[in-house]
T-cell receptor, first 113, second 115 residues
Framework: AQSVTQPDIHITVSEGASLELRCNYS??????LFWYVQSPGQGLQLLLK??????LVQGIKGFEAEFKRSQSSFNLRKPSVHWSDAAEYFC???????????FGAGTRLTVKP | KAGVTQTPRYLIKTRGQQVTLSCSPI?????VSWYQQTPGQGLQFLFE???????NKGNFPGRFSGRQFSNSRSEMNVSTLELGDSALYLC??????????????FGPGTRLTVL
């Protein structure tokens, strides 16, 4: 069965510091992989997605993620965090042919001034 | 282009009642999916509708049902509400039901509280 693990429930970083959010997945084949962000009281906004090809994916708001098949990981990175990046981040996997998307438990990001 | 809209945004019900939530997808989107978000279980897929037909269903009891209208608007119904149904219910739309390659756009959610 497909599943997603986000090992870090809460991460605090200083503004301007780099960020890496971890995501590991379990799936029978290479799934479609996603990172979403959710601000308080809001729905989810897609940051980036990976289907195939180049394993380094660029997204919106300066985020990028790297797919590593050997480690079953899809970690999200940003070189310099802004205070407005404080939110909850969700990694998700989905099969190619339907919307049964499985989400990780989320990582809450706090940004210190 | 307007985003996904959900009504109402907040709802308070008591145990045993039923509730109907509404979702209007982005214009031109024919696939609508519903998700439940709770602190304990996280985000869980409920079901997907496309062209008025349920295409996929998550692991939820039959108290949770939905439908989709010819204009792609969707409703979700929960009968005999339980305390554990308190959650944020998110709706997402996309152009087709062809698969995950098509980007889903999420609405702001309906916050349901069951007392």
């Amino acid at each position: 069965a497909q599943s997603v693990t986000q090992p870090d429930i809460h991460i605090t970083v200083s503004e301007g510091a780099s960020l890496e959010l971890r995501c590991n997945y379990s799936y029978g084949a290479t799934p479609y992989l996603f990172w979403y962000v959710q601000s308080p009281g809001q729905g989810l906004q897609l940051l980036l997605k990976y289907f195939s090809g180049d394993t380094l994916v660029q997204g919106i708001k300066g985020f990028e993620a790297e797919f590593k098949r050997s480690q079953s990981s899809f970690n999200l990175r940003k070189p310099s965090v802004h205070w407005s990046d404080a939110a909850e981040y969700f990694c998700a996997v989905a099969p190619y042919n339907n919307n049964d998307m499985r989400f990780g438990a989320g990582t809450r990001l706090t940004v210190k001034p | 282009k307007a985003g996904v809209t959900q009504t109402p945004r907040y709802l308070i019900k008591t145990r045993g009642q039923q509730v109907t939530l509404s979702c209007s997808p982005i214009s031109g989107h024919r696939s609508v999916s519903w998700y439940q978000q709770t602190p304990g279980q996280g985000l869980q897929f409920l079901f997907e509708y496309f062209s008025e037909t349920q295409r996929n269903k998550g692991n939820f009891p039959g108290r949770f049902s939905g439908r989709q209208f010819s204009n792609s608007r969707s409703e979700m119904n929960v009968s005999t509400l339980e305390l554990g149904d308190s959650a944020l219910y998110l709706c997402a739309s996309k152009t087709s039901s062809g698969g995950a390659a098509d980007t889903q756009y999420f609405g702001p959610g309906t916050r349901l509280t069951v007392l």
